[in-house]
């Protein structure tokens, strides 16, 4: 293979790569996500270890999710999501200095990154995952708005072992739907988000509820959701 093909070769894999990754971005503007790569992966361990597949998951509309839990995962995820463009600089510098100090680092991802990490990439943290995070991290804050990255990161998180979503969390762990979870309930989920296959929402140990105690008080500090946020 001569050097003008290599080169012909690469153009086109990056054309493809920018196509197809836009075109994704603006199709699920639109599109209910059904499946994720987490959920993907997380079934295949099931499989290698000769578990039975478990995957609960099904999309309801934003309207359909209590309006109680966006307020919760804000307060305890990312209380400046309706006014940062994707990221936090303030929490990243925040983070950097902290995690001097540290043993185990702490992140210091918005919602929006989160989001495009659950529905575009893998789970397992490295500088390329990372940079292609930041590439879809953009992508989703120039193409949706606050109000969709919500909906999919609401119907897209990891939220209990073999658990995604709103609808399938307020099923096996409260046994009611979405749009039917109090308050307590959100800030409970929201407390296990962190890790939420160590931490169950739906049998939660005292430092859960520690946690929900402090969420709540959170929630009474964010702005009622969705604000207009200037882009």
């Not at 307020?71 to 209380?79: L, R, Y």
């Not at 999501?81 to 994707?86: E, I, V």
């Not at 992140?107 to 929006?112: L, P």
Request: aromatic share 10%; with cysteine.
């Amino acid at each position: 293979m001569n050097r003008k093909r290599i080169l012909r070769y690469i153009r086109n894999l990056i054309i493809f790569f920018f196509a197809s990754t836009i075109l994704s971005v603006v199709a699920l503007r639109f599109i209910p996500v059904y499946i994720t790569p987490l959920m993907v992966i997380r079934s295949v361990e099931q499989l290698v270890k000769g578990e039975k597949v478990a995957m609960k998951h099904k999309w309801v509309p934003k309207e359909k999710i209590s309006r109680h839990l966006p307020m919760a995962v804000i307060a305890s995820e990312d209380n400046r999501f309706a006014s940062h463009n994707g990221f936090d600089f303030k929490e990243i510098s925040k983070a950097i200095e902290e995690n001097k100090k540290r043993k185990k680092a702490r992140g210091a991802s918005t919602i929006s990154q989160q989001t495009a990490k659950n529905v575009f990439l893998w789970p397992s943290s490295s500088w390329v995952r990372k940079g292609f995070e930041v590439y879809f991290t953009v992508l989703i804050e120039l193409i949706w708005d606050k109000e969709r990255i919500m909906e999919v990161y609401l119907n897209s998180i990891e939220m209990g072992d073999g658990i995604y979503g709103a609808e399938a969390v307020a099923k096996a762990h409260f046994h009611t739907t979405a749009s039917q979870l109090t308050r307590k309930q959100c800030a409970l989920i929201a407390a296990s988000l962190p890790n939420p296959r160590k931490y169950n929402s739906g049998k939660p140990s005292p430092y859960m509820y520690k946690r929900q105690r402090k969420i709540m008080y959170l929630m009474k500090c964010v702005p009622t959701f969705p604000e207009k946020a200037e882009k």
